[in-house]
């Protein structure tokens, strides 16, 4: 069959509805629809009608080039079929909802109302969860999609539906929580537009269009769970690659017949000569990469940060951590000869090491040609290592001025104030090693990532919804714990508790690496950050801040949810706890967090939780202690069970003794 012919084929099925079978009983009847035309990504106007707006999403265990790309890349156009998945070229597992990558857009407007059917298809028995990143839930906290502290996960075969009002105006993202679905490709973007007279910065713009969401992601060579286990238990071994929503050359590919080399397509985006287009960046990475983003002959002007509007502020290129969103204003120019124009991501941190880098195309209408006139290298860039280019010039965090006023987060004394060390430490990491059955020089120790020395796990049941299920030795902190940390490693579910209104504030050191940390069910202010002397332990952070010598701003902060504070520096985060719930404070590098560097933020007693939704799902452990004394009618009574107890449970013998019961 060929090309135009597949084309067709595809366009009748999907306009005559055939593309599932309509049986009740068969798990896969649902539409793997991309929702590139759903009924509420329309234009946003004061008096538009808030919608109920429905999508069906299919987590599956998919795979990178498979039977639906045909002879991709040799054939470019077979590379755009539908559900072809290119990934730059690496052939491996991954996972998808409803067969794309990235998955699909959700895009609405204030006030409407979001409504996801999540299947679990995957077929290895895996759990999952889908987290919106950056939606508040205010009032809907059991739709936060974290597993084991908002939710169970979603069993293999079921379905869970997420429902929540679009009331946080910005760019966000979805993205799977569970275990490292995530860095596989369970990630989308979710944005919530507003009015033109609402929005801030609406004058500085002509378009914000669908095409001009940017997601971008590192991206493994294999399956994540090998690298994570590889990780641990061996060595550190980060071959990878970047994708730009989802394409990228990194595979090469060779056709001996021609002699020729072929790559899989990369990301285009197209302006009109002289309009000025918002673009939103967000940053689904897994892994120490921050991204610098820039783009040839073309200054952006960058309005808000993860979704929060900030006063417009020139950048040449900017650097985004993984979880954080920017939206910039990009002027397109006017010339008389319209050319094309290289969008350049040079990964940082670790990425330096393989040298990590990804272009896509910034294309003009009516310029002759696909690619940019120069060559794509990177010889001519200054490294963020040379004489030439300062990494401190690449953060934007502390340049940011936010549009919203000086408020009592800001200005007022707060109530509770919390010291948090996220470090890399070697330590006997019992999940690591095992010593009694062998030993590991010092020198070669998994760099545990704890925070205030504790390696910290999800608990065996949700406790927003099962707490009475967890008793209170399931928790500990820095204050409770009954051990020296730093000498013996502890392990517990790390949790804080916080009144209900009070002011937070956290201090939060971060020694040898980037941790951007990311803040469910609340945005922070960023009131203050800064440089330390390397080794500036936490106990002198804590009497520089008792002596005033911590750099706080008391003007307009800038507000966010994902933040990584200066190598070997500090941040100062303020928010008002005004949101019950149980929320998980975490560095969202995937490795860092499903290996222990997370905590529990309790706001509020039992009293002041939200009511759980009707037939909500429990889960948690079993322990055996025999049986329901459950008899049918007429039936008889099995009383063996009352027998059984703890004793010798090895060698139980049950002599069963039935009674009639009518």
């Known amino acids: ?66 039977k639906a790309c045909y002879d991709c890349p040799f054939n470019q156009s077979n590379c755009y079929l539908p559900q072809c998945v290119t990934a730059g070229g690496v052939s491996r597992v991954i996972k998808t909802v409803n067969r794309i990558l990235p998955g699909p857009s959700i895009e609405v407007c204030e006030g409407d109302t979001i409504e996801v059917k999540v299947a679990n298809m995957l077929d290895n028995s895996e759990g999952t969860t889908i987290h919106w990143h950056g939606i508040l839930q205010q009032g809907t906290q059991h739709m936060d999609g974290t597993p084991m502290v908002t939710q169970c996960p979603i069993l293999m075969g079921s379905h869970f539906t997420y429902r929540f009002p679009a009331v946080d105006v910005g760019t966000y993202f979805w993205h799977g929580h569970a275990g490292t679905q995530r860095s596989d490709g369970l990630v989308g973007a979710l944005v919530i537009r507003q009015s033109p007279s609402r929005d801030p910065h609406s004058s500085l713009y002509d378009y ?159 310029a002759t040609g696909d690619l940019p006139l120069e060559p794509l290298t990177w010889e001519d860039k200054p490294t963020y290592t040379s004489s030439e280019y300062n990494i401190t010039d690449v953060p934007i965090v502390e340049q940011l001025v936010s549009l919203a006023e000086v408020d009592d987060i800001v200005l007022a004394k707060p109530d509770r104030k919390i010291f948090l060390d996220v470090d890399m430490v070697k330590i006997q990491n019992l999940v690591a090693y095992n010593p009694p059955l062998y030993t590991v020089e010092s020198s070669a120790l998994f760099e545990s990532p704890q925070i205030n020395y504790i390696t910290s796990f999800l608990p065996p049941a949700p406790p927003l919804t099962q707490l009475q299920d967890l008793p209170e030795s399931t928790f500990c902190n820095a204050e409770t714990v009954q051990m020296d940390c730093q000498q013996d490693w502890c392990a517990c579910v790390h949790l804080y508790k916080i009144d209900l209104g009070a002011l937070v504030e956290l201090i939060i050191l971060d020694d040898d690496a980037y941790h951007p940390m990311h803040l469910h069910g609340y945005k922070f202010r960023v009131v203050g950050n800064g440089k ?116 010798d449970r090895a060698n139980y013998t049950c002599n069963c003794n039935f009674s009639s019961r009518r």
């Open 532 to 647: 330390l002397e390397d080794g500036t332990p936490l106990e002198e952070l804590k009497e520089m801040d008792f002596k005033g010598l911590l750099n706080r701003t008391t003007g307009r902060a800038p507000i966010k949810d994902t933040v990584a504070a200066p190598i070997g520096g500090y941040n100062i985060l303020r928010f008002r706890a005004n949101n019950p719930g149980f929320w998980l404070f975490h560095c969202h590098l995937e490795f860092h967090a499903e290996t222990g560097m997370l905590l529990i933020f309790q706001v509020g007693n039992s009293t002041q939780l939200p009511p759980r939704p009707k037939n909500f799902p429990v889960c948690g452990s079993f322990d055996f202690t025999g049986y329901e004394d459950i008899t049918p009618l007429g039936g008889q009574m099995n009383t063996c069970s009352n027998n059984y107890n703890s004793g």
């Open 208 to 366: 914000d269009l669908s095409e001009h969401v940017i997601i971008v992601k590192d991206w493994l060579t294999v399956v994540s769970t090998n690298r994570l286990a590889e990780l641990v238990h061996i060595r550190e071994n980060l071959h990878m690659a970047i994708l730009i929503n989802g394409l990228g050359q990194f595979q090469e590919f060779s056709n001996d017949a021609s002699n020729m080399t072929y790559f899989t397509p990369r990301a285009s985006f197209t302006v009109q000569p002289g309009l000025r287009y918002r673009f939103r960046v967000i940053n689904s990475g897994t892994l120490n990469c921050p991204l610098e983003l820039s783009i040839d002959n073309h200054t952006m002007n960058v309005i808000a940060s993860d979704g929060s509007p900030v006063q417009p502020l020139m950048r040449n290129s900017f650097a985004i951590h993984a979880g954080e969103r920017f939206d910039f204003i990009l002027t397109a120019k006017n010339a008389s000869n319209q050319r094309n124009y290289w969008i350049r991501l040079r990964g940082l941190n670790s990425c330096t090491t393989y040298n990590v880098t990804q272009a896509a195309v910034l294309k003009y209408a009516g």
């Open 1 to 66: 069959m060929g090309m135009n012919s597949l084309q067709l084929w595809w366009t009748l099925v999907t306009v005559l509805g055939i593309s599932r079978l309509n049986d009740a009983a068969n798990p896969w009847n649902f539409d793997l629809n991309d929702y590139k035309n759903h009924v509420c990504k329309r234009p946003c106007e004061v008096y538009t009608t808030p919608r109920l707006c429905h999508y069906d999403f299919a987590i599956e265990n998919y795979y990178a080039l498979s």
